[in-house]
């Protein structure tokens, strides 16, 4: 399935456009080098215009099998798989046809003022373009130089004087390495463009990495010595109960139901992600791990002196929409930004790179958000504010919320 252009990724954009690129070239070197050499420069008679039309037929499917041909090195040359050898022996085929043809034109004189090494010049670039991308550069100038060789030998064979052998060996010393270079380095920057995509993703997977042996450890610290003190206690309570002692087992399995009830409420502590709820953490968390993934993170504004339940609302969306600029979108920078007044406070989380994807409620995603904000009776908006932006905002009511910046605003009133 297709994506949409704006569902794209910026490095698939620029791989699609490159594509595009590539393959309207070869048209344009069609209409500026062949169409125009033999406009108008062929006699006018039976021989020379029929061997004009097949020499430019050719030159056409040429340009509608360098399409799929030249996707295809590009894909060998990105590490996607080989080239079919079907298109390659096609291209090859339609090259020796046109350079064919073109010795014919040669050798029947039906090309007038030396414009047949325009032809030339275009003839090996719809193959070339595409055999650039499949060996080495080495490998393709030393065979270019063979061909060239073999070219040269050919047109002398039908009879070209010497001044148009060198004009077609100058020719032939241009098509190569134009042919190497248009290729060559935009096949290259795209290779660079992708392993900085895949950096950026390894990136990510190790931050998010990091975030899980976290919540580990948190879960290792809460139920870690619970449970062995349950063993123990437990074990403790058989060893009493099989002496008689009831009543000091009864007690021992008393305090094991007890731990357990803790631990439950620990777990869950750990699972919502508000153990010991602290806003200043989750923001401190979201900013390292947003700038460890390559999103720059800007974090402004204080969560000093906000209720408990109301901090760990609020933790829990910065955890939530921090996920989501990781999973979501091409982001390039994101800004948190957390406003107290008489009020309440606002939570604004803002990030670039989002194109036409849109957060949604599935498990605890933005929906999910909503309800733990319903607790508090805070709101959520989101949407994009422009093309490009994402934000996500809540709003929550604290009443005794006193602006950290009054105090020195009182005084300066003074």
């Known amino acids: 399935m297709r ?50 039309a097949c020499l430019i037929s050719v030159s056409v499917v040429q340009c509608l099998v360098a399409h799929p041909h030249l996707g295809a090195a590009l894909d060998e040359y990105l590490g996607r798989g080989p080239v079919p050898r079907r298109q390659s022996h096609l291209a090859g ?109 390894v990136e990510a997977r190790l931050a998010v990495a990091e975030e899980r042996l976290r919540f580990g450890r948190d879960l290792h610290d809460v139920m870690g010595r619970n449970l062995s003190v349950v063993a123990l206690k437990s074990e403790l309570a058989v060893q009493l109960a099989r002496r008689g002692k009831t009543e000091a087992a009864v007690e021992q399995m008393i305090e094991v139901q007890r731990i357990a009830q803790e631990s439950q409420k620990e777990v869950r502590d750990v699972v919502r992600g508000y153990r010991q709820a602290d806003l200043a953490v989750e923001l401190a968390g979201a900013q390292g791990v947003l700038n460890a993934a390559g999103i720059t993170c800007t974090v402004t504004g204080s969560a000093a002196g906000l209720p408990s339940d109301v901090q760990a609302a609020l933790a829990w969306v910065v955890r939530e929409t921090t996920t989501n600029v990781l999973r979501h979108g091409d982001a390039k920078a994101c800004r948190v930004e957390l406003a107290t007044g008489d009020e309440g406070v606002v939570l604004t989380v803002e990030n670039d790179g989002a194109g036409d994807v849109v957060a949604t409620g599935r498990g605890s995603g933005l929906a999910g958000l909503r309800e733990r904000l319903a607790a508090v009776d805070g709101t959520l908006e989101s949407g994009a504010v422009r093309k490009g932006v994402f934000r996500v905002r809540v709003s929550v009511p604290v009443t005794g919320l006193v602006d950290e910046a009054a105090p020195e605003k009182q005084e300066a009133g003074r």
């Open 3 to 52: 994506k949409r252009w704006r569902d794209r990724s910026k490095v698939e954009r620029v791989e699609w456009q490159t594509r595009i690129t590539l393959s309207v070239m070869n048209w344009v070197y069609l209409v500026a080098w062949s169409g125009t050499a033999l406009h108008g420069s062929l006699r006018q008679d039976g021989v020379a215009l029929t061997l004009g």
């Open 93 to 201: 085929a339609l090259l020796l046809c046109a350079l064919g043809l073109i010795a014919a034109l040669i050798a029947t004189g039906s090309v007038t003022g030396g414009m047949i090494v325009m032809p030339l010049l275009f003839a090996p670039m719809p193959f070339g373009c595409a055999y650039a991308l499949t060996v080495p550069v080495r490998t393709f100038v030393a065979r270019s130089l063979v061909v060239g060789a073999v070219t040269i030998g050919l047109f002398a064979a039908t009879g070209a004087p010497m001044g148009q052998l060198l004009a077609i060996a100058i020719v032939l010393a241009i098509a190569i390495p134009l042919a190497l270079v248009t290729t060559r380095c935009s096949a290259w920057t795209l290779s660079v463009m992708w392993e900085s995509e895949r950096a950026r993703e």
